[in-house]
């Protein structure tokens, strides 16, 4: 039931989460200064792209699979989960991308501007992102399935894994960074505009869907690993689910900025404090 659910769930969310991001990302070019283009935000953006494209090939895959329409590989199943949890662990070094450039205007905003913080943390981004996936590129094509005397697909996957659980705990530390941060900036600045309040909205937003969708279901599963004696069976029932939260979460988060950025206070650019993080106004 969870399978044939999937199969059918993901190619729609997939490219409903493609359009929802290409929109995004007109909207947010249009509204933008030439200057913030190369910015974190849209870094992310194009992250949220991409995953969009890979995870509507590869759940498009899986659908013919199922039905037979394509030549029976054995490996085509495995394949396809690596690449997809390859994708979230994407999304998820952008986010913590995103969420360290979100800490730095805040700490820092005079230093942010002057040194272009934001395209340093997007380049840095980008970078790790390139590495994962040159690195699980790599094991696909060298490494077996499974071995018991040597290196597989399936280590390497398990060492991903591990990484992807520590940069989504990473993310959700630093966005309530940013949230106490704000905070203290919000009540010293109760009468400036309203961009202040729908960067904290698009925050919280991010910080909360995270958490709910993807920390949670992922320290249930790391729970239920490390507890031989008294496994869970409804955590395993979860767990099936784990790439569908982390689909909902990006459909989501991207219907919420979107959102945001398409709203526009009277004398400011609503796309500049959200995407750009320049400095808080006076």
């Known amino acids: 039931m969870a399978a044939s659910f999937q199969l059918f769930y993901l190619p729609s969310v997939s490219l409903a989460t493609l359009f929802l991001s290409s929109c995004t990302l007109v909207v947010y070019v249009k509204r933008s200064k ?7 935000f849209l870094a992310h953006i194009v992250t949220y792209i ?5 995870n509507l090939v590869t759940s498009s895959l899986s659908l013919l699979h199922f039905y037979s329409l394509l030549p ?21 070094v952008s986010g913590t991308s ?10 820092t905003p005079v230093s942010y501007a002057k040194m272009s913080i934001s395209s340093k943390v997007a380049a840095l981004s980008l970078a790790v992102n390139a590495t994962l996936s040159a690195i699980l590129t790599v094991t696909l094509l060298r490494f077996p399935p499974v071995s018991e005397n040597s290196t597989s697909t399936y280590d390497v996957i398990k ?16 966005n309530i960074i940013f949230c106490v941060q704000f905070g203290r900036y919000a009540k010293k600045q109760s009468a400036t505009c309203k961009q202040t309040i729908q960067i904290n909205h698009i925050t919280l937003f991010l910080c909360a869907s995270q958490t709910f969708f993807c920390v949670v279901p992922n320290a249930l599963a790391i729970y239920n690993e490390h507890v031989e004696d008294s496994q869970l069976e409804w955590i395993d029932n979860v767990n099936q689910y784990n790439h569908v939260y982390f689909t909902a979460n990006v459909l989501l988060s991207l219907l919420f900025t979107l959102h945001k950025i398409r709203q526009k206070p009277k004398g400011t650019q609503v796309v500049q404090s959200v995407t750009a993080r320049s400095a808080p106004s006076k």
């Open 34 to 40: 030439k200057s913030q283009l190369l910015g974190m």
């Open 50 to 54: 991409f995953f969009a494209s890979i």
């Open 72 to 92: 029976c590989n054995p490996f085509l199943p495995l394949t396809v989960t690596s690449v997809e949890e390859l994708t979230q662990q994407l999304v998820s």
């Open 98 to 107: 995103l969420a360290l450039d979100r800490v730095f205007i805040m700490s």
């Open 159 to 174: 060492y991903l894994t591990l990484f992807f659980n520590f940069t989504l705990l990473f993310e959700v530390l630093l």
